[in-house]
């Protein structure tokens, strides 16, 4: 083997080895949660094995008095595995006291390809092509990607998820490396922001400290900021 040929070797090895793992022990995270500027309560997100390689990930919001009493508290759940190396969804449910009409739920078939939605009593079932998420999961998608390219500034990624109707497709890209403060703290950080609308925005940041956790969530529209999430202690 030539001199050469052994360093180029090194090399790659030394920069598999650097490369960072997910991050997939059971944890949650919590975060102050504001909308349009104003408080809405907390909320906490969680990651708990289900089974060999699969994962139940939940989010669950507790709003102030006023809009628990008006709206109820949601909650988003997803099941998911992780198959070399990326999310397969399996099953997602979206509940909200008091407001039953807004619950759904997805049910993912085992190759990706169908995915059946409940909703109100009525099931509708629909042929895809893989990956679709669910609107919780992709988070996860992202923050993953985003780790695996955290040195490429500029790198855009698409992500197709199914909410309601047919799925749609968003571009995101890795914007910059920053400091972010939270109410946890300040922490270096990776910017994603999604891309394809200039009027609907989506950032995260995401903290390599923190086992690439994401630490805040900014949505504007139109400029204005709608949802606001920060990291609590």
Known sequence: MSKLLALLLLGIGAAQAAAPEQDWTPHQERYSVAWGGIALGEGSISLKPRGADCFDYVSQTTPIALVRWS???????????????????????????????????????????????????????????????????????????????????????????????????????????????????SFDSIRVERVDNPKKIQRYWIAPSRHYAVVRVEHLYKGKQQLMMSLRP
Request: overall charge neutral; glycine content about 8%.
């Open 71 to 185: 709206y109820g508290e949601p909650r988003e759940a997803s099941r998911f595995c992780v198959k070399d190396g990326a999310i397969v969804p399996q099953h997602f449910e979206y509940t909200v006291s008091g407001n039953s009409k807004d619950n759904f739920t997805l049910d993912f078939s085992e190759d990706g390809r169908r995915i059946k939605r409940l909703q109100g009593g009525t099931v509708t079932e629909l042929s895809v092509t893989p990956p679709v998420y669910d609107r919780f999961v992709v988070r996860e998608a992202i923050r993953i990607w985003a780790m695996q390219h955290a040195g490429e500034i500029g790198a855009e990624q698409e992500f197709t998820v199914l909410e309601t109707g047919q799925p749609k497709t968003y571009r995101y890209a890795i914007k910059a490396r920053e400091k972010v403060q939270t109410e946890a703290g």
